[in-house]
Every structure is written in C-alpha cells, then in structure tokens.
C-alpha cells in the first residue's frame, strides 16, 4: 500500500486492532486517541487516508470530518460506525465522507475501500496537475438547462452543490421532466467531465440480459457470448454511469449494484474474478421507491446507498414562467431538424396557450408539441389550433365520461374506458398509470388481457 493511514478512536482496542488491519501492507499508520489529536497530527504531516469512528467523547467523528474538509479538503475519510445507525453513515457521506463501514467491521472490506480511497486521492492529484493543458468543455458538454424561474434557479444551485462531491445522487421526478438533462448538468460541472458519461434505461433492458449489459461478460459465459464485453460498469470508467428508471432494477441484480456502491466491485458474467472500477453512479426514477421497499420490490439497503445526495426535478405545471423559454429554446431546435418549415416565431397568443396549458407529459411533451406544430404550420407564427398541438385543458370533458346522447355506461364500462384515458395522459407509461389508479402493476396487466379477450373497453357501449 505505501501510504501514510491516520487511525482516529477513543477505543485503544479498535486503535490497535484497525492498526493490525494494516500491519501486513507497508502502510504507516498513526493513532490518534481524540479528535482534537488527530487535528494536532494532520497538522504536522501528510496522510493519503483517515479512518475515523463516528461516536467519541468530545469532539465526535462527524464535527472531526468537517474540520478535515476544511483544512484538506482532498484527503479521504472513511468512517465507522455502529450496526444499525444508518443515519449517522448517511449523515457522514452527505458530509463528505468517502465512505463507511459498520462494526464490527469485516477486514477485507475495509482494507479494499481504503486502498480505493488512497486510489481516488492519488488519481485527483494527478487530474489536478495535468488540468491547465486541457480544453474547457465544449458549449455541447456544459449540461446547459433552460429556465429561470425560481424553481429552476433552486434546482441549478443544489446540482452545483451536488456536482462537487462523487456520493451517488437520486434525481427524482415525473416522466418528461428532464431527469437525464439534469444527471448530465451534474456531470458536465464536476471533475469527471472529460471522461465518458453513460445512461442505461433498466427498464428497457431484458432481465435475462441486464446483468451481462451492465456488468459485462465473458466469452463463453453463456450461449451466444462469442466475445467478452466489458459492461457498461467498466466503459464508464472514471466517469458517470446513469441508472434511469432505476425502480424497475430486477432484483437479482440490485445484490450486485450495492457491492459497487460500497467496494466499486465488478464480477463480469462467468468471470470468477473481481475488478474495481472509478465510477460515480446516479440514479433517476418517476416511481416512490420507499413505497417499493414496503412492497418487497426494492432493497432498503440499497435505497439508501442511492439516496445519499438527493434532488427533485419539479414538473412543469410548477415551473410555467419557464415556458416561454423552453419554447423558444424547442423552437430553434425544431426549426434545424424541418429546414423547409416557414416558421420564425411564436406569437403572444399562442404563448399564452402554451403556458396555460396542462402538460401532463411534462418537458417532453412541451417539446414534441413544439416539434409538431413546426412541420405542420403553414405560416412564419407557429399555428397550434390547426395542429392540435396543444393538450385539451383541464376544464374540457375527457374521454372517460360517457356522451350525454347515449344510455349510462356501466361501471365496468367507465372503468375501462378511464384506464384507457389515464394510459393515454401517461403516454403509455404503465407504471405510472398504476400509480394513479392506486392498483398494482399486475392488476393494470389483467385488466388489460380482459379487454383485450373482447371489445376493447374504449369503444363506447352500444346505443340503445
């Protein structure tokens, strides 16, 4: 190891213990009794890590780890705590912790996430000094978001507060509100922005072949496995890997992300090996994933290892006085992709449309709404009557409701016909039209194989 490993406890037996940890590695280890001893120590010398515990008399490991960030704001601390106090861990990441472990503590583990610790420092000195000979980030790079309203404004100061630290981020928010833009915002501000940002939608990736994706493989692990992959894990190496939709993670592999969370460990498909990979993890979702921990669908542990450093991306019925830019911005863009559209600009009216408009899909559909109405306008104003760009606003009678020149419907029939709307104000999304209705996802697929055995239930009953 060749490092220099400060040891902070008011225990004299962990001191020594976690100093025996060590005694194998050529490591050079000083023990400190107290907080304010270690402060005396870093204050004479250099170390390349700190291990500290979390509960001390006086002065405790947390005040400790805030003092540490200020005078060596590079100098890694992993800290310990007891079973069971998964607030003072998460309380010490948001902090600035590089990491923690628990008592009693397995050796193994703690010598591989100091060795990774040592690693990440050695590695960002090395960045540091190589940084005046690289370019600034391109304008493509700058992960630019558009808005100025005070939710946008709240939102781009904690993503610069967030961009500064490596902990994993949850991005949390409803379908179409940009979560991708936004974990690519955090990248294009933090240090990793010149090594490679990579986004994975885990619900669009196959159970049988998600661990292979992300993971990787090797050759011959399975039929089909003609060549080794190296996985997504390994590609983004020193940079950002994001996990979109990261509630409809199967099971089976969230084990396996939680061990790169903790060790940075990687065991591609059929490999009886193990690498350790540099990577900054965020994940993103539309679901309420506590909610899924309660149901069994989803690791508590993990949760919180996801949940370190998160934020909320607020829907656009929140963020209106953004519209008008948003606009202009989906505008310019529509208008370089229809080159042949007459279209130059967007009239005073039809921004107030826009504005007032409902936007259940959010951003996304502000944009193909914008994207739509530039092919088909024939004018140089955008024209959204003829288009029917726009949605239909709240007040309007939506579908679900029976005409009032036909017989009632029966409940049945009403059902049916509201998941059929539901569905099509979530463009689709299943998951999120099962969260609306307050049902189970399987409930949403059996009523749809019955309606599908028949009439479907949107067309209307038959006239008396």
Same mark, same amino acid.
């Given at each position: ?52 515990? !979390?509960? &001390?008399?006086? &002065? ?47 050796? /193994? ?67 179409? !509100?940009?979560?991708? =833009? ?11 922005? /010149?090594?490679?940002?990579? %986004? ?41 890997? =994001? ?5 409809? &993670?199967?099971?089976? &592999? ?51 290892? =996801? ?66 109405? !530039? ?7 955008? /024209? ?68 599908? %055995? ?9 006239? %008396?």
């Amino acid at each position: 190891m060749n490092a220099r490993v400060l040891i902070v406890d008011d225990d004299p037996e962990w001191r020594e213990a976690l100093r025996l940890v060590f005694s194998g590695d050529a490591a050079a280890c000083e023990l400190a009794p107290s907080a304010p001893a270690a402060l005396d120590l870093l204050a004479q010398g250099d170390f390349d890590v700190v291990i500290c515990d !979390v509960r &001390m008399e006086g &002065m405790d490991g947390l005040e400790l780890l805030d003092r540490v960030k200020k005078i060596r704001p590079a100098l890694p601390v992993v800290m310990i705590t007891g079973a069971g106090r998964i607030a003072d861990a998460v309380s010490a990441i948001k902090r600035g912790a590089f990491e923690y472990v628990t008592k009693p503590c397995d050796t /193994d583990e703690l010598r591989t996430l100091v060795v990774g610790a040592i690693s990440d420092k050695r590695r960002r000195a090395s960045d540091a000094s190589t940084w005046p000979t690289r370019p600034p980030p391109s304008r493509e790079r700058s992960g630019e978001l558009v808005g100025q309203g005070s939710a946008m404004r709240a939102l781009t100061a904690s993503i610069e507060r967030v961009a500064t630290s490596s902990a994993p981020v949850l991005i949390s928010g409803e379908t179409g !509100v940009g979560k991708e =833009l936004v974990a690519r915002a955090i990248h294009a501000r933090s240090d990793r922005r /010149d090594r490679p940002f990579i %986004a994975v939608n885990t619900s669009a990736v196959n159970d049988g072949l998600f661990e292979s994706e992300v993971f990787g493989h090797v050759r011959g692990a399975f039929t089909g496995a003609a060549q080794t992959r190296k996985g997504l894990l390994t590609e983004a190496e020193g940079g950002t890997l =994001l996990l979109d939709e990261i509630g409809d &993670m199967p099971m089976s &592999m969230q084990a396996k992300l939680l061990r790169v969370l903790q060790f940075g460990e990687v065991r591609p498909v059929g490999s009886d090996r193990v690498h350790f990979v540099d990577v900054r993890v965020i994940a993103a979702t539309h679901r309420d994933l506590l909610a899924l921990v309660r149901e069994g669908r989803f690791r508590e542990d993990l949760y919180f290892r =996801l949940n370190v450093l998160p934020l909320v991306v607020p829907p656009l019925r929140e963020r209106r006085e953004d519209i008008p830019a948003l606009a202009a911005h989906f505008l310019e863009q529509a208008r370089q992709r229809a080159s042949l559209s007459p279209v130059r600009s967007i009239n005073d009216e039809a921004l107030r449309t826009l504005t007032a408009a409902p936007w259940p899909g959010n951003v996304r559909e502000l944009a193909s709404a914008i994207e739509r109405a !530039v092919v088909f306008s024939s004018g140089e104003t955008l /024209d959204l009557q003829s288009t029917s760009a726009v949605p239909v606003s709240d007040a309007s009678v939506p579908s679900w409701v029976p005409p009032s020149h036909q017989p009632p419907w029966t409940l049945k029939q009403v059902n049916d016909a509201y998941v059929q709307w539901v569905l099509g104000q979530t463009q689709g999304d299943k998951h999120r039209c099962a969260e609306i209705l307050g049902i189970d996802l399987s409930t949403l697929y059996r009523w749809q194989r019955a309606q599908h %055995a028949g009439r479907l239930p949107s067309e209307p009953p038959p006239a %008396a």
